[in-house]
């Protein structure tokens, strides 16, 4: 089992920027893909980034291409996206994600095993 938690969501203004962590715990987590997905008032879920633990890659969402910036740190066993110049669609719960996936980095959900609660961003015009 791998826990995940999710911290450093907030209030910002528009073109303004926020660091998200996510704190992982358990069994071989530090091999894992990871992502962060968000999910906007009355919309679905959606693939923001990822990040391998096993081969360095990233991978982002066109939306947030420039913008964020997915890393990691294996010695603390936690997970960031750096977020800056954000826009008002970028409102929206943000998830840490765990992949089985370790081959290959994907954007699918449902390849993902393990979930934080969620932190919310929101951003003011």
């Known amino acids: 089992q791998v826990q995940l938690v999710e911290s450093g969501g907030g209030l910002v203004q528009a073109g303004g920027s926020l660091r998200l962590s996510c704190a992982a715990s358990g069994r071989t987590f530090s091999s894992y893909t990871m992502g962060w997905f968000r999910q906007a008032p009355g919309k679905e879920r959606e693939f923001v980034a990822a990040?391998?633990?096993?081969?360095?890659?990233?991978y982002y969402a066109d939306s947030v291409k420039g913008r964020f910036t997915i890393s990691r740190d294996n010695a603390k066993n936690t997970m960031s996206l750096q977020m800056s110049r954000l826009k008002a669609e970028d409102t929206a719960v943000y998830y840490c994600?765990?992949?089985?996936?370790?081959?290959?980095?994907?954007?699918?959900?449902?390849?993902?095993?393990?979930w934080g609660q969620g932190t919310q961003v929101t951003v003011s015009s």
């Open positions: 990040i391998s633990w096993s081969v360095v890659g990233t």
């Open positions: 994600a765990a992949s089985r996936v370790r081959s290959r980095i994907t954007p699918d959900e449902d390849e993902y095993d393990y």
